[in-house]
């Protein structure tokens, strides 16, 4: 069923419905492939940690350096993986229906967005060198942190969703 | 002029529901909108306590010696990166050509390495000193540098001058300042004046050291490494293999920065001896 009855005239609320529905599928699918593209970067990462192999590392960076600082764990855990934990994460809740996802993926992305400018912080001024795998993340983890907050902030409400066609 | 029709009681009705139907969906627009500035007000708290307790304990884990000299590898200011911290963690103990530690130390740990090694240098940076402190320092266990130099040209350069630094009794001071001063991987960093700097922040007289690196029997140490190399099965680096004074050396399989597998493994034949 829609709105449409009950609205009717030219400020139709289900119009607004679906526009605010259709933007937040464009806002979710853009979502899907960053996460996508950023578990791949930290499962690259996390396999060549465990491998012990020196990462394909061009444009003048210094991966090696920077994995093997003391920056590259955290409580003994590899970043690496805790990226990889934080994407797997927000792509689940992608998957998700329901407001308490919309949180937690905002909530994992906007860690992870504070986190990476810590750890970037880290290696221009601390390090001093450059992994370009840990700034594409660091980018990819930035975006995702403004997808997933306007996602929570426009996404059509729980009681909206029973007259729109919602994939969530 | 015409009149615009009277509306029926029907359509006033239909207005005004439609009217209703309209500010009640205005209000729970309102009210929606309210209610998710407050979830990313909480949102944006909760990541930034989360955050900031990551960063606590990034920053925190460095208090351990370990960490520290992880850290003071990546200042480039100052004397060169990490002459105090090898010297600190290497005074007062018994050096003699590749070995490190008492001649009667109960325990054997041998060390393949390559000094261009990225794996290599996090052992050296981070596992190595606490076995150092606990073992080494203790008369506990004796370590032997075994220089593999498989990597490149580099490996080479910087080998001979190792075999160079151990003629003086100062390998491992030359070993841990080069992994301090790692390069990027065969990219002709190892050059003269390169070697120059590390020897003279290892404390090995550079000029005599110099003279030997250019010799043949610099190259022997290298090659000795990788006749017993090849006699352990020992194919990539950092190897470790530890065993008894005397005793058939086994390897640990563990990640270069666990110095607890490494302490696990030495401990064990500690109980044995």
Redesign the interface.
Known sequence: MT?SG????E?S?PGELRRAGAADRRLRLAAIVLALVGLGIAAYLTYVHYE?I?PVCGLGG?C??V?????S???GIPVAVLGLVGYAIILASLFVPG?EAL?VG??TA??G???SA?LTYRELF???AICQWCVASAIVMTLLAILT?SR??LAP?D?QRGALPYVG | MSQEPRQTRQQRREAA??AR??AE?AQ?AAA??RR??M??GG??A???V??VV??V??SG??GDKA?ER??A????SGAIPGQKESSEMLAGIPQKGIYLGKADAPVRLVEFADLQC??C??YS?QSLPVLVQDYVRTGKVRMEFRNLSFLGDDSITAGQAASAAAKQNKLWNFADVLYYNQG??NTGYVTPQFIDRINKAAGVDAAEADAFAKTPASREPLGAANTLANQYGVN?TPTILVGKRGGTLKAVDA???DVGAYKSAIDALLGQT
């Open positions: 709105a009950a609205a009717g005239g400020r609320t012990e020196r210094d090696v350096k994995q093997s600082s003391e920056w764990k955290l409580a407001e949180i905002a909530l906007l860690v967005f504070g986190f810590y601390t390090i001093d907050t929570l902030l409400g009681h | 529901r439609a139907v309209e969906h729970a929606q909108r998710r500035l979830t990313l949102v944006l909760a990541a930034a989360v955050v990551a960063i304990v990034s884990g460095g960490s992880a850290a590898a990546t200042k480039t990225p794996i240098r996090e940076l990027e991987e990539s990640d270069a920065t």
